[in-house]
């Protein structure tokens, strides 16, 4: 809270317009209307952010993409925040001015994210807050536990993973639920929910190409193992499938807001 105070005096703006820097996938949420939502004028697919999880020779390694409307691009940046007496130093991906959208503390305890476009959305906790306060721990589980218990407002799919332990965490406005307890040596989401309940209370655009690239995910790292690093940042970056691939880039001179795959992010946590 002070954080967002400070950003809020730094910039010469009021608080309220950095809450909705960093809580606008919520609030937009609010008022949802699946019936009057648009496609882009450009008529192109609609993106998202694409998660990856393996247990590699090399190590555990999570990964995502971020998309957004391109104009974001120039504003992407990581975020180092030192130790605290109450919390591990850690590395995010954010924006300017959002307090953090996904990374990695010094226990080796990481989280990404996936939005989901929730129907029963309320006021809640911004997200990105609440992304902070999972890294303030030093376990997994720990992590898991405070994305369960926070007062989230609308849908995201939360990981979050150490060297021992992982959890997929699908929300929406009311409803939690833990869809993956590391049983699988790999594990992908995309922007549609697994689980039946969450789904029930969520929506897909037309345009999304969520079931595209989560298809695309599945298929590659059961063909061929996740082996590093490296290899993980190549399928984030692959354009297969275009315009609907993992990773792509649908702006135009005409139409700068189109979507992009403005950032990403990979962590090995044993390395």
Known sequence: HQEL????????????????????TDLRDLSPDPAQWQPAPTGLADEGCSVVWNKTPTGRIVAQTWDMHATAIPY??????????????????????????????QARVAIAINNLYS????????WP????????????????????????????????????????????GRLRRVIYRGERVSYCHTNHCLDAAVGAVSSVPKTSTTYDRLGWLDRSVAGTPVRDLADVWQRLGSQDGWPRSVCTNMSTPEYPHGTATCGAIAANLDS
């Not at 919390?87 to 953090?100: M, Q, R």
């Not at 989230?152 to 965490?169: K, M, Q, T």
Request: glycine share 8%.
């Open 5 to 24: 105070l400070g950003l809020a005096e730094g910039a010469a703006v009021s608080p309220a317009e950095i809450v909705v820097t960093n809580h606008y």
């Open 76 to 105: 992407v940046m990581m975020l180092e925040v030192p130790a605290t007496a109450t919390a591990p130093a850690a590395w995010f991906l954010t924006l300017t001015g959002c307090l953090g959208l996904a990374g990695m503390n």
């Open 119 to 126: 129907n029963d959305a309320t006021v809640g906790v911004v």
């Open 129 to 172: 807050a609440m992304v902070r306060k999972a890294l303030h721990h030093t376990s997994a589980a720990a992590a898991r536990d405070q994305v369960m218990q926070s007062p989230i407002g609308s849908g995201h799919h939360y990981f979050v993973a150490d060297r021992r332990e992982a959890y997929g965490i699908e929300t929406s």
